[in-house]
């Protein structure tokens, strides 16, 4: 399995930043993925999952803020990301998460989201 991160980078806080993720090696449309984050010093926490059937989740912080879709054709996992606050500092990392839960089966590479003014 092989998921590609994209689109970190340093936004003030207010602003917006959309991650990609392309998945290779599994079969994507039945699969759940999900987007965890992991802050310095803290532990790696869920985000946002979505379901096979687009079903979605998501910690309580990121709700209404953050939203999580899926591309079947393209393989890909997106989290836009509205409303960002210095607190959602951290690398965040795609995941294949078990259908219909949050539990990770394989991890991405991160990619580093500052919000900082």
């Known amino acids: 399995v092989q998921l590609q991160a994209s689109g970190g980078g340093l936004v003030q806080p207010g602003g917006s930043l959309r991650l990609s993720c392309a998945a290779s090696g599994i079969i994507f449309s039945i699969s759940g993925m999900g987007w965890y984050r992991q802050a310095p010093g803290k532990e790696r926490e869920l985000v946002a999952a979505?379901?096979?059937?687009?079903?979605?989740m998501y910690r309580d912080s990121v709700k209404g803020r953050f939203t999580i879709s899926r591309d079947n054709a393209k393989n890909s996992v997106y989290l836009q990301m509205d409303s960002l606050k210095p607190e959602d500092t951290a690398v965040y990392y795609c995941?294949?998460?078990?259908?219909?839960?949050?539990?990770?089966?394989?991890w991405g590479q991160g990619t580093l989201v500052t919000v900082s003014s």
């Open positions: 995941a294949v998460v078990v259908d219909g839960g949050s539990f990770p089966l394989s």
């Open positions: 979505i379901t096979s059937g687009d079903m979605t």
